[in-house]
């Protein structure tokens, strides 16, 4: 199978929550700053920019949520050349790069137009976009760790909407430590200690990778595929 045909294929298995769920968080996002009912462009900038950090981030993880227990023959998948948990991690990195390609284009059309620097913690054009890169890393990982763990969509996205919940209501206790601080997703739009925001960004980025490699642990174990067996 030539590599186009195989990623467009994966993007397909991957479900339409992967390929609508970015581009339908950035479009919320702008119609909140449309309908803002506070004035000031300080607040529509962190409406903005809260899209880029909070909503496509989320609609990334539900679709790496989705991806394990929706093959209907996983016992043909186990027989294929290429080892099942390459295939999901595939269709894992084509939610994930879909969603960066929509988060990316979303910033540059905010900093062409100035809105990004409207928000006086948007950290630069450059390592600002870790604003958007490590939450959806960090919590993409976990979508996926927690679909290989449950075998189940519903399950796995839960978990992730529970954590993201958790910490949209509860963000002020989050940061009353130094590991709540390091583990918050939102900490450009919702406020952090400066001196810990780029510490917050790299932990997420490394929690994100090693949850992917948990979930591929867990994925090589095929009796849990197979029978939802503890080995």
């Given at each position: 199978m030539r590599p186009l045909t195989l990623w467009?294929?994966?993007?397909?298995?991957?479900?339409?929550?992967?390929?609508?769920g970015p581009p339908i968080a950035a479009a919320a996002g702008i119609a909140a700053a449309l309908a803002n009912p506070v004035p000031g462009d300080r607040n529509t900038a962190r409406i903005l920019l809260g899209a880029l950090e909070m909503?496509?981030?989320?609609?990334?993880?539900?679709?790496?949520?989705?991806?394990?227990?929706?093959?209907p023959a996983v016992e043909l998948q186990l027989t294929a050349p290429t080892r099942y948990r390459v295939t999901l991690l595939r269709r894992a990195g084509a939610a994930l790069a879909w969603a960066a390609v929509v988060a990316a284009v979303m910033a540059a059309a905010l900093i062409g137009t100035g809105w990004w620097e409207r928000w006086p913690a948007n950290h630069g054009v450059l390592a600002g976009q870790l604003t958007w890169v490590a939450p959806t890393a960090g919590l993409g990982g976990l979508g996926f760790a927690a679909a290989a763990m449950f075998r189940s969509p519903g399950a796995a996205g839960a978990l992730v909407t529970t954590l993201w919940a958790?910490?949209?209501?509860?963000?002020?206790g989050a940061q009353q430590n130094r590991i709540g601080r390091l583990l918050y997703l939102f900490a450009t739009t919702r406020?952090?200690?400066?001196?810990d925001w780029m510490a917050n960004r790299l932990v997420l980025l490394a929690a994100g990778a090693a949850l992917i490699g948990v979930a591929l642990v867990v994925l090589g174990r095929?009796?849990?595929?197979?029978?939802?067996?503890?080995?």
């Open positions: 467009r294929h994966e993007v397909r298995r991957a479900g339409w929550t992967a390929v609508l909503a496509i981030p989320l609609a990334a993880a539900v679709a790496c949520a989705s991806l394990v227990g929706r093959d958790v910490q949209q209501f509860f963000g002020a406020g952090a200690q400066p001196a095929t009796e849990r595929l197979l029978h939802g067996e503890d080995a």
